[in-house]
């Protein structure tokens, strides 16, 4: 059995390192792929959905997560939705995840969420594949880094050929969705310089992509800084618990049936933020360290065929990246999108309280999801 391919994989230890050939693994062909995303999301975040939106995205990361805690799998937090690569071991178990979640963002949101599975398999007799390697980001945090237009594949077959690929709703398996450890009680996380932006960067020369993603990796870091420098997390400062009902709304809608009940679960997380103040002003028991555990288990930088960045820059050099990019895109080697904002919000996954973390960070009011729709615009006149 496939099952622990992805948990046996050895890891790479630098991002950089995602340019190399002999870094990457077949995913095993009995593998499927899970596909969702918020249907007009652009409209949504219009409306002001943006955190929303986000928090939908993880909700089917941190459900199909919680089936097996021991099996280990890829996947690839989007924005506006999400890509997971499963053994078939899970697939009726997150079939039914994936259903309950696009019950819960149309309940609670009223978002539209389309769900459907690929098989490898399928995507390999369309002439695609997926291929992946493991980065160690730190102790508590590892992250997929998938290539071969596979999951590209997917998402647009989910799109295009809906009534093939979809989920059933009306598909039967007793297993009830677990959703335990997702959450959402930051305030959004100021930029320590002067913007957070989202940026998206896809090769399209595919004889020289891994050249031209080290161009641009490294063009990143002489303009913005090291991953240290560009972390729109820099600082444990800027992380602050959030006692504001309408940020607190979001968790709290998914987990409550109705508004009388949504009232105390409101109540019960400001109690809890209350008590985590306490706790880490004071430094007690492990929550001293709490907020620089978060730092270094942020979802900052990650490549799915192209790649995803949220990175803090001064005016000065964003322009100076821009025309880098733009330089890049006329001379056909990319095509990217950017979004820009003040700050970022972060929706985290909390498999440990003092162990295991995940935390998806974007960049506010539309992230990557508008970084997308810029993206596929230039893409239109390639």
Not at 291 to 317: A, C, G
Not at 346 to 353: H, S
Request: hydrophobic letters at 40%; a neutral charge.
């Amino acid at each position: 059995m496939n099952n622990d391919f992805y948990k046996n994989l050895d890891s790479i230890d630098d991002f950089s390192k995602m340019t190399i050939d002999e870094n990457y693994t077949k995913i095993p062909s009995d593998w499927q792929v899970l596909v969702c995303d918020i249907k007009n999301s652009t409209k949504a975040i219009e409306d002001g959905k943006y955190k929303e939106i986000n928090f939908i995205a993880a909700l089917s990361i941190i459900g199909v997560l919680n089936i097996d805690k021991e099996l280990d799998f890829p996947y690839i937090f989007g924005g506006d939705g999400a890509s997971l690569l499963v053994p078939a071991i899970l697939l009726d178990k997150a079939k039914k995840v994936f259903i309950e979640v696009a019950q819960k963002a149309k309940d609670a949101f009223d978002l539209s969420l389309r769900i459907g599975i690929v098989s490898v398999l399928e995507i390999e007799k369309r002439g695609s594949y997926i291929e992946v390697c493991k980065y160690q980001v730190s102790k508590d945090y590892s992250q997929a880094i998938i290539r071969g237009n596979g999951l590209e594949l997917a998402e647009e077959l989910l799109k295009k050929e809906y009534k093939t690929f979809r989920i059933n709703e009306n598909f039967t398996n007793n297993y009830s969705a677990n959703f335990e450890g997702l959450e959402c009680r930051w305030e959004d996380i100021k930029s320590p310089k002067d913007e957070t932006i989202s940026i998206l960067i896809k090769s399209i020369d595919q004889n020289n992509s891994n050249k031209i993603y080290e161009k641009c990796l490294n063009e990143v870091e002489k303009i913005a800084g090291t991953h240290k420098n560009r972390n729109p997390i820099k600082f444990a400062n800027q992380l602050n618990l959030s006692f504001n009902p309408k940020v607190l709304n979001t968790e709290a809608s998914i987990f409550s049936k109705n508004r009388f009940s949504k009232f105390f679960v409101i109540l019960r997380l400001m109690i809890e933020n209350f008590l985590g103040l306490i706790l880490m002003k004071f430094s007690i028991g492990n929550w001293g360290t709490y907020k620089n555990r978060i730092i270094r288990t942020s979802d900052t930088e990650k490549f799915d065929d192209m790649l995803r960045m949220v990175i803090s820059i001064d005016k000065k050099e964003s322009q100076e990246l821009e025309d880098f990019l733009e330089l890049e895109y006329k001379n056909k080697n990319i095509v990217y999108g950017i979004h820009k904002s003040d700050s970022a919000l972060m929706t985290c996954l909390i498999f440990q309280r003092h162990g295991k973390h995940i935390h998806f960070v974007d960049s506010s009011k539309g992230g990557y999801a508008l970084a997308a729709k810029e993206l596929k615009n230039r893409l239109n006149f390639v």
